[in-house]
């Protein structure tokens, strides 16, 4: 969707002029360089011209094969514990201007379109879902060089984005948001450091059993693989998350932190296992022409549990019950310092002696 309000809120990539609609209504121009952006598939593509030598895996095809973007189902288990806690930090609400900073399928949008907050996703890939497409405001851009203008964003969201990024494109990053953001905004981040606290040998131990369990074919942990095959956690510790975000303008304003050892049970054996029983299920039931496509088998089986989540069945109520106990996690560990965590960085409101101080 592209409505006027994302109009006003975006620039160009490159000169960081306002952008003009064309009179054939089929593309953007900027006002400046008079470069024209492309509207046809629903977004507008505001990449830069001048490309950056870091490029995430998030480009690749092969990893969205198993077409987890596709659609959107309601939020269960961790996606459902971070959702949970972006409302809780972040209170998105009537009046608030939010950018999704590396929105994804755009599944959070999706997810919170009650608020009745406008909310815009920035993604550098175009694997979005055509739900999010229809009804929210999205952007292909790189967010070391956001294509939105300076101080029009009430709050922003980053969920899963930092860990991907080397230290030199986190602050890039940090920048980009803090310039977008007006004092006094908020962003809510979901991220880790590398540092863990002495929960996280639970996570390690439920970690090992789903080694094992995939060894003995009960599940397969090949996609999670890949998924994390591109994190260069550009954070040592927590003492380097507050000296990067001060550097970039931000003071952190409240902070949780996330050992997930019954999550880690919960996503990484048992819904593995359930997800590799359907794929096998989904598996014999495909055509036999031709070599067995695990991919194919993965998808269709991905697609059936999403439809059975979105029909509220059994299978829904049982995910939200296990999502449930994943909250224990948080009352147990949230105050342990380790890893994984959830941040509200806030942006000192003009005439704060943080912000005269820089
Ligand atoms: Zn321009």
């Not at 971070?82 to 201007?97: A, I, T, V």
């Not at 003995?216 to 990067?244: C, F, I, M, T, Y």
């Not at 049982?318 to 342990?336: C, E, H, K, N, S």
Request: net charge positive; proline share 5%.
């Amino acid at each position: 969707m592209i409505t006027a309000a994302m109009t006003q809120l975006v620039q160009c990539p490159d000169c960081r002029s306002a952008l003009i609609r064309a009179t054939d209504d089929e593309a953007m121009t900027c006002g400046g360089c008079r470069r024209r952006f492309d509207t046809r598939h629903g977004y507008l593509d505001l990449r830069p011209l001048a490309t950056f030598e870091e490029q995430t895996k998030y480009l690749d095809h092969e990893l969205h094969a198993d077409a987890r973007h596709e659609s959107i189902a309601p939020p269960v288990l961790g996606s459902k514990i971070r959702n949970d806690m972006l409302r809780r930090f972040l209170r998105p609400g009537p009046g608030d201007r939010i950018a999704d900073l590396g929105c994804g399928s755009g599944r959070a949008i999706v997810w919170n379109a009650g608020s009745g907050a406008a909310v815009l996703g920035v993604d550098i890939s175009p694997f979005f879902a055509q739900e999010a497409i229809d009804r929210a405001d999205l952007i292909l851009g790189d967010l070391r060089r956001l294509p939105l203008q300076s101080a029009v964003f009430t709050k922003a969201w980053s969920l899963d984005v930092m860990e991907h990024l080397s230290p030199q494109a986190l602050t890039d990053v940090l920048r980009e948001a803090n310039r977008v953001l007006a004092p006094g905004g908020t962003l809510f981040i979901y991220t880790h450091v590398r540092k863990n606290g002495w929960p996280a040998l639970g996570v390690r131990l439920v970690n090992r059993i789903a080694r094992v369990c995939e060894r003995v074919g009960l599940l397969d942990l090949r996609q999670e693989r890949l998924r994390k095959s591109d994190h260069l956690n550009p954070l040592a510790d927590h003492d380097d998350l507050r000296q990067v975000a001060a550097a970039c303008g931000f003071e952190i304003a409240r902070i949780t932190y996330y050992s997930p050892v019954i999550g880690a049970f919960m996503e990484n054996v048992l819904a593995r296992m359930a997800e590799h029983w359907l794929a096998r299920r989904a598996g014999r039931r495909l055509p036999a022409a031709g070599p067995t496509d695990d991919h194919a088998a993965v998808r269709a089986a991905r697609r059936a549990a999403q439809a059975r989540v979105r029909r509220g069945g059994a299978l829904y109520w049982g995910l939200r019950a296990a999502t449930a106990l994943m909250q224990i996690d948080l009352w147990l560990f949230g105050r342990i310092p380790t890893g994984p965590f959830f941040a509200l960085l806030r942006k000192p409101a003009a005439g704060s002696p943080q912000a005269t101080e820089r």
